[in-house]
């Protein structure tokens, strides 16, 4: 029952990871890779990272500050956005830049998912005291 009440109630922890999350992203492009990249394509998927990191990491701050419904499902969006941006931006063929960004990806959508789920139900005024 505890690890159900662990899992069931928004924490504080949560909007940190958000905000870890979204500053890897950041810096994803600069991970180690398998292959180089061409530079067309090197300085979309680094504006892409960067774009969709920063947003990620200020919804993030956003949640942690003011909790709003629209604020998660905009991540699990992002999330679904970096995890399709490699087949998008054509840097599929870098099996590493693939796996960082899926990996990523996958990780914000279920984080994401996961504060959904625990504010589904929780009134607007239940929402504003998150944090304090």
């Known amino acids: 029952m505890s690890d159900f009440r662990l ?7 949560e909007d940190w990871c958000g905000m870890l999350l979204g500053m890897l992203i ?22 892409n990272a960067f774009v969709v990191g920063i947003i990620v990491l200020g919804l993030a701050q956003l949640e942690y500050v003011a909790l709003q419904r629209w604020e998660e499902v905009a991540e699990i969006v992002l999330g679904l956005w970096l995890i399709a941006s490699p087949a998008i931006f054509g840097y599929a063929n870098d099996t590493a830049m693939l796996c960082w960004h899926a990996l990523l990806g996958v990780l914000v959508v279920l984080l ?3 504060q959904l789920w625990q504010d589904w139900n929780l009134s607007d005024q239940d929402l ?3 944090g304090q």
């Open 128 to 130: 504003l005291k998150h």
């Open 112 to 114: 994401g998912a996961l």
């Open 26 to 47: 950041v810096i994803s492009p600069w991970f180690p890779t398998s292959q180089a990249v061409a530079d067309a394509d090197r300085s979309l998927m680094v504006l």
């Open 7 to 13: 899992l069931g109630i928004h924490r504080t922890w």
